[in-house]
């Protein structure tokens, strides 16, 4: 089992920056790939961002390319999502996850563990 903690989220302006965290527990951190997905109300979760095991292949979404930026700190079970010039269509929960196996990956149904969200409202 892996228990994943998000924090950060609350309530940024257009332009401005957030940062999340995930905080993990549970297994080996540094053997899984991690991603941040997304939910905005009405609207399906999206892939945001994932990282490999050691944070040498990162993919991300186009809507957030050069905006967003995601790492981790294995020594510390934490893997982060920097979220610079915020918009309000980043507007949404969300969510990060584990994968256990395997690299990086931008479907949702890859990764089989998931925090409980935190919400991101960006005012205009």
């Known amino acids: 089992q892996v228990q994943l903690v998000e924090s950060g989220g609350g309530l940024g302006q257009t332009g401005g920056s957030l940062r999340l965290s995930c905080a993990a527990s549970g297994r080996t951190f540094s053997t899984g790939a991690m991603g941040w997905f997304r939910q905005a109300p009405g609207k399906e979760r999206e892939f945001v961002a994932s990282i490999s095991w050691n944070g040498g292949i990162t993919y991300y979404a186009d809507s957030v390319k050069g905006r967003f930026t995601i790492s981790r700190d294995n020594a510390k079970n934490t893997v982060y999502l920097q979220m610079n010039n915020l918009k309000p269509q980043d507007t949404a929960v969300y969510y990060c996850?584990?994968?256990?196996?395997?690299?990086?990956?931008?479907?949702?149904?890859?990764?089989?563990?998931w925090g409980q969200g935190t919400q991101v409202t960006v005012s205009s």
């Open positions: 996850a584990d994968k256990s196996g395997g690299g990086p990956g931008r479907l949702a149904l890859s990764y089989e563990y």
